[in-house]
């Protein structure tokens, strides 16, 4: 968020997105994001596709190729994708040489205009004029980037070819699929992807035999990806002409263009701070001084025109461009003030301007949460605040006592339960060896092992304190915790409980000897009575016999 110059990175649900409508396509997301979360859209399936079938496939390769392969020359690249399949491959640099004469015809007319012509070879550049500065596209230079260019002399001197243009600009695959372009350039591949392709293939350019130049790279302007490249094959005469790479320089310009007008005649724009040289799509292994190094020598051995070269087909290197703004609604005072108050920020001195969250100040900040391009809790000393007033809410009402050592065993923390337990103030113990209001042979042991004391039963006789304490170091060892639980009433209630347990068994133990009693002495009467019974019925059964036989 905060690299990207036009704030395109929309974050939802806490996640990063990139709002294709505000979107410039200038890659600096994909070269900074550290996670390298981005991924390009490539059209190397389709070109495969392509060259499967039978139309011929020619390659326009950017002129930044000179210093995309170390160790392989450009003949020995070509041979590469010779072998992928394309039938010729042709250099982008003569589409910059029709270009910088049509600049040429401009500049030999004179100045015509309140602010400078801009030049349009960077299609980032011109999204970004046309969608945030549409004001000022009467200023675009109505002429065709070199890719276009090319690609209208491929086409009209190899009728029928389709055309894959390969460089390091990620915006060109945006500008191959405006309508104004249907049917010249066929698909876009970075020179990242033609690598790993190469790599899929096991074709090492290194290692092959150079092959020739297509016929038509004859008049070359191989420096045109550079930082004023365009302006070395001008000859402005007494008209000022003005260079502007980055979009920070870039935007600079086009911010006095639209305060107090600028008297030059011309202004070569790049979005990339070194050209199309530092490009999203450009292999990083050497420096970008040694990359013009190698583009500055590849320009060198260059031979110059011959009267051999083929007459050029008559081609237009015309261009139009047309507004097309950035929707935004504007926002009230108090919608911006009502935004920053759910922040914290109720007065100006607390508008931080970190730019923590990405933007800048926090009104550009408010405005992207209205927009719904930015949400609230991307405010880092909002959070931080929050998180400080949470953490010290659970600190400060904890039923337990917390207590915080450093390495040294000297109190950094102690909560109000912790002053109820030890009957000692938080002012007058912070600061003190922790060994002054309690043991401390646990602390230490925790600090030079590392390991955690859990669930430990400490009685302070003299505070009629019982406890269980956990205590354990923090992450970087730095500090240690203690969790504390008072469980004095806890243990008194259990000893209460046991007192009553053993009462309970020591009745119910009473009863049941009183009722062994009682029933022994029941079962005594009842046998009494039982024998007795059993003699009067043997009695009874003795007269009853008797009487039988006296009859």
């Excluded at 030059?264 to 990359?291: F, H, I, T, Y």
């Excluded at 000692?424 to 209001?437: D, E, N, Q, T």
């Amino acid at each position: 968020m905060r690299l990207c110059p036009v704030k395109a990175i929309q974050v939802k649900d806490s996640q990063a997105v990139v709002n294709a409508e505000r979107c410039i396509a200038c890659g600096t997301c994909l070269l900074v994001c550290p996670q390298e979360a981005k991924e390009i859209i490539s059209d190397r399936l389709a070109v495969k596709n392509m060259l499967k079938a039978k139309s011929p496939v020619y390659a326009s390769i950017a002129p930044a190729l000179a210093a995309s392969w170390p160790g392989a020359s450009l003949g020995q690249v070509i041979t590469a994708l010779k072998r992928l399949g394309f039938a010729h491959v042709s250099q982008t640099s003569l589409g910059a040489a029709l270009v910088s004469k049509a600049y040429q015809k401009i500049l030999d007319r004179g100045r015509l205009q309140s602010n400078p012509l801009l030049t349009t070879a960077c299609p980032a550049f011109v999204k970004l004029v046309e969608g945030y500065y549409p004001d000022l596209v009467p200023f675009l230079a109505p002429v065709a980037s070199p890719m276009i260019a090319h690609a209208r002399l491929l086409k009209a001197y190899y009728p029928g070819c389709q055309i894959v243009f390969i460089g390091p600009c990620l915006a060109k695959k945006e500008e191959a699929a405006r309508p104004e372009h249907a049917g010249l350039v066929d698909a876009v591949l970075l020179y990242s992807e033609v690598a790993e392709w190469l790599e899929e293939e096991g074709l090492n350019p290194s290692q092959l035999a150079a092959s020739t130049w297509c016929e038509l790279d004859r008049e070359l302007a191989a420096l045109y990806p550079t930082a004023g490249g365009l302006l070395r094959y001008l000859e402005p005469g007494e008209q000022l002409v003005l260079g502007a790479n980055g979009l920070e320089q870039v935007m600079d310009i086009l911010h006095g263009m639209r305060k107090e007008g600028l008297r030059a005649s011309l202004v070569e724009c790049n979005a990339c701070v070194g050209g199309c040289l530092d490009g999203p799509g450009m292999p990083r292994q050497e420096s970008l001084a040694k990359r013009k190094e190698r583009l500055a020598n590849f320009q060198m051995s260059l031979p110059a025109p011959g009267s051999a070269a083929p007459t050029f087909p008559q081609v237009s290197t015309a261009a139009d461009f047309r507004p097309v703004p950035i929707q935004t609604v504007p926002h009230t005072e108090a919608e911006i003030l009502e935004v920053l108050k759910q922040i914290g920020k109720t007065s100006p001195e607390a508008e931080l301007n970190c730019g923590a969250c990405g933007y800048p100040t926090c009104r550009e900040k408010a405005a992207a949460v209205l927009d719904g391009m930015a949400e609230l809790d991307m405010c880092m000393p909002y959070m931080r605040s929050r998180a400080e007033s949470l953490a010290n809410l659970i600190t400060q009402s904890a039923p337990s006592a917390i207590i915080v050592v450093d390495k040294d065993l000297i109190i950094q923390e102690f909560n109000p339960a912790a002053e109820r337990m030890f009957v000692r103030k938080a002012a007058s113990v912070i600061g003190l060896p922790v060994g002054r209001i309690m043991p401390d042979e646990d602390f230490r042991k925790v600090r030079d092992s590392g390991e955690w004391v859990v669930g430990k039963r400490v009685v302070y006789p003299k505070l009629g304190l019982v406890t269980l304490q956990n205590i354990n170091p923090t992450q970087s060892q730095d500090l240690i915790m203690a969790f504390i639980a008072d469980i004095t009433k806890m243990e008194k209630q259990e000893r209460e409980l046991s007192t009553v347990r053993a009462e309970t068994l020591e009745k119910a133990q009473e009863v049941i000897d009183k009722q062994m009693r009682v029933a022994q002495e029941i079962a005594g009467l009842l046998g009494e009575v039982t024998a007795d019974s059993k003699m009067l019925l043997l009695r009874l059964m003795k007269l009853v016999q008797g009487d039988d036989d006296g009859r």
